[in-house]
């Protein structure tokens, strides 16, 4: 109730307080524009020429290389360098020029005569002692007297400034501008005054929430301060008027103030990854520089860098302010409290901006508001943002009461359920936990309270089944429960976020399994708890001198209804979902598409089991082309399935599957039986051309199907047998079956060719020990064609070469990648350039043509063919049957 009542008194009283604060600004600032003195017009002619060094070489250059400014308050650019102003006015008494610019560097303003006599200098400037001004006044004022007007005097003003040069002047009363500029000067002192509070206060606040984040908006204020105190010449009057050559304050602060407003709103949004960090470490980094630069052209005393970073400076700021604005837009999708209470004083700032814009375009009148607005605007939006942080540290530590709050009530009515566990065996009969039982009660209780505030997390040791086969169940079991005392004790540290029926061990962690465990986390506090658990689990538990690593997977589901109709449908979806997991350590949460990925897989497992007897597998041939020759060299033959259902089905996708149902030696076995019966049907048309076929990595940790295709090929001559192709990763694997069934390829000399070359890691060491007497680069290397990446496969094609190796390449589609192929010297090419594959039918036809110069291999007799191809039937069906 206390959260209930302090709420509103909080938003009370921070509303007094900015209704307060506006009102007197305002006050302020309106109260100055009641009043404008008199002015009286005045002409400016403007000279920028480097070589004038003195008013009276001014006085003699001609009035054709001198310009009128119709608006004296034009800016008029950056890094200018010395600037010659001629003044034309009536003298008057007690009227004076005022200069509304106290940032200037050096403002010198000449009278002269006719005859080039000086009668009066006046040195002043934001870069020279405050003492020398004729008027004490922020602006530079320059007395008039109505004697210029006897003695013909002219008056020439010189500026120079680093950065930003213009000339605001004006013609006005001298007492009442006096009274304006002291009315200003108060209205500055209160807006530095209000931003050095806020700083005060923001420093405050981090001290005490100990949110360091605070710290970077608190030198943001400052930072903002002090740029704003020196372009109204505030710190040349308080800090040092002695010494102006301190007066450096903006070439500082807008670098700083861009590092710490970007690391402010990434601390703030929590940017701990995204393109929205990278965009905010970037202009840290840029204020980095930039701040460097500056002080290195400050010791080097150059003028025109120091401008031009000047410059850059603004516009990093600039883009500082666009790239904030736009965070806090942008994070109204997933923090939408934060950014509400970000963007109220972003939107204050950017409507001063605008204010501030029209002014400087003429649409807004001149005005004391209208000078001021940028600095109203700047001060409310850090007012604002300041009690935009205290009320979301309320709200905050508000939350947090009310989370507590409805964690003792729903605490209250899980106490309900403790009493019916006594009477039902809620204690699973291996480790001590909650059994599975208890999980379901929880469950559906959960999802009877439609909330979807909680997620199921499950965790599984993949490795436990070997572990407990060596070490035997007593010390595998000691090794999980030294695994589970430490889950419990983090459980307890993690206190309300993990759910807990009670104290003991069974009512926080529930066993469905002897390597299957899961826990009930808060929605809102899962990622730490993962999080933690993957840093315990990644630690290696000794037991009895034993170290084993369990290799933990981990799987989450929401306990809503959207995913499950009851507990055990949340539970075998988190379990669907843990069989996705493929690294070690690696989470996944169960979506929809995982359900129906499942189905699909499935069936298509279903499928595989009787798709050769059902004729749904065919093999397509794609011919390889010889360079020396143009003519064909060679086919490789591809399979492909057509499911009933599904409709074509990729290899990429089927193969995978047929792996892991140990069903590849069965499709290995039909794949050579086809290609050994086209290589007989073309050796009978005279056409001896060398077919290839792929063995997978499961096909190689099957020696009899290796031993059974290589004694079949033994009964031909061995420019007519089949060649093997093997890619890089089916010979990564250091087991014995795949050890012997490599020792077999090479004893039987078998005609191999190293697929995929450079797809991977090349096994150098592989290509040494095996008959392999051709390598095929992958299409990964063709593709770096055309850029500075393309040495790569010039030098796989040079490796092949310094092997004796005949080297072919795959993947050929255009003209431009087979000149380059040739010019480099390959010596066969494959791909859509020669043929797209074709099937048995046709690639009869196709070679005839392609083949019409060429001697005919020798003919195998057509009643031999069919004996072979009857005990090739017979045998490979024994192996896959044993397989």
Known sequence: MKVAFGLPKVLLICSAVLIAVVSLCLYLALGGSRDNPAHQPVQVWLLQDEAVQSPQQARQIPAKHWQLLA???????????????????????????????????????????????????????????????????????????????????????????????????????????????????????????????????????????????????????????????????????????????????????????????????????????????????????????????????????????????????????????????????????????????????????????????????????????????????????????????????????????????????????????????????????????????????????????????????????????????????????????????????????????????????????????TDRFALLVQQSDFMPVLTGIRKLLHQKFTVDGFTPDLKPHYASVTVSSEYGQDAEELIAHAALAITYVQKTAGHLSYQHQLGADSRQRLAMVAGLAHAVNAGQFSLLFQPLLQISTQQPCGAEAFIRWQHPQLGPVSPAVFIPLAEEAGLMSTITAWVYKEVRKVQNQLLEQQIQLPISMNLSAQDLQNPGLINGILQHEHKFAPAQRIKFELAESALAPDEPAVQKSLQLLKQAGAALVMDDFGAGQSMLTKLGNLPVAEIKIDMALLSMLDTHREQLLVGAIKLGKALEMTVIC???????????????????????????????????????????SLPGGSRAPAGRDQVLDAELAATLQTIAQNA
């Not at 360098?81 to 007690?94: A, C, K, M, Q, S």
């Not at 605007?377 to 979301?392: D, E, F, I, N, R």
């Open 71 to 513: 608006d004296p308050t034009r800016q008029l650019g950056y890094g200018l360098g010395t600037l010659w102003f001629r003044l034309v006015f009536e003298p008057r008494d007690d009227y004076a020029l005022t200069l509304d610019a106290p940032f200037l560097d050096e403002v010198d303003f000449y009278l002269l005569t006719p005859d080039d006599q000086l009668l009066q200098q006046v040195q002043t400037g934001d870069q020279r002692p405050i003492a020398q001004r004729r008027l004490p006044a922020s602006s530079m004022m320059f007395p008039v007297q109505a004697s210029w007007q006897s003695a013909q005097a002219e008056v020439y003003v010189r500026m120079r400034n680093v950065g930003l040069s213009y000339l605001p002047i004006r013609y006005v009363e001298q007492d009442a501008a006096l009274k304006q500029a002291t009315r200003q000067q108060m209205l500055h002192s209160f807006f530095l005054g209000i931003l050095l509070f806020a700083a005060l206060l923001a420093v405050l606040l981090a001290t005490v929430t100990r949110q360091h984040s605070l710290h970077l908006f608190s030198g943001l204020l400052l930072c903002i301060a002090a740029v704003q105190a020196e372009l109204n010449g505030l710190p040349f009057q308080w800090l040092w008027p002695e010494s102006p050559g301190w007066n450096r304050l903006t070439e500082w602060c807008l670098p700083l103030a861009v590092l710490s407003c970007a690391g402010f709103v990434s601390s703030y949004f929590n940017l701990s990854t995204g393109w929205l960090r990278r965009l905010f470490r970037l202009l840290m980094l840029l204020s980095v520089v930039l701040l460097c630069a500056t002080q290195i052209s400050v010791l080097l005393e150059s003028y025109h860098w120091q401008s031009q970073l000047k410059q850059l400076a603004v516009f990093l700021m600039q883009a500082c302010v666009l790239a904030t604005l736009g965070t806090g837009l942008w994070m109204l999708k997933s923090q939408r409290r934060k950014a509400v209470l970000f963007l109220l004083p972003m939107s204050v700032l950017m409507l001063s901006v605008v204010l501030a814009a029209l002014r400087a375009l003429g649409i807004l009148p001149e005005s004391a508001f209208a000078r001021s607005v940028l600095e109203l605007g700047t001060t409310l939006a850090a007012v604002l943002m300041t009690s935009s942080l205290v009320l979301g540290i309320y709200l905050e530590k508000a939350w947090q009461a009310q989370v507590q709050q409805a964690l003792l009530e729903r605490n209250e009515q899980l106490s309900k359920l403790q009493q019916q566990e006594l009477n039902r065996s809620k204690i699973a009969p291996f480790y001590g936990l909650g059994s599975r039982l208890a999980l379901v009660e929880l469950l559906n209780y959960e999802l009877q309270q439609h909330r979807s505030r909680y997620r199921l997390l499950l965790l599984e040791f993949q490795q436990y089944s070997r572990i407990e086969a060596v070490l035997g169940r007593r010390q595998s079991t000691a090794i999980v429960n030294a695994y589970v005392d430490s889950l419990l004790v983090l459980c307890q540290r993690h206190g309300t976020a993990v759910v807990s029926l009670g104290a003991e061990r069974h009512q926080t962690l529930f066993s469905l399994a």
């Open 810 to 852: 795959e993947g050929v589609e255009h003209q431009r990648q087979l000149d380059f192929l040739t010019l480099n010297g390959i010596d066969a090419v494959q791909g859509y350039l020669i043929a797209r594959p074709m099937p048995a039918t046709e690639i009869g036809r196709w070679l005839q043509q392609r083949q019409a």
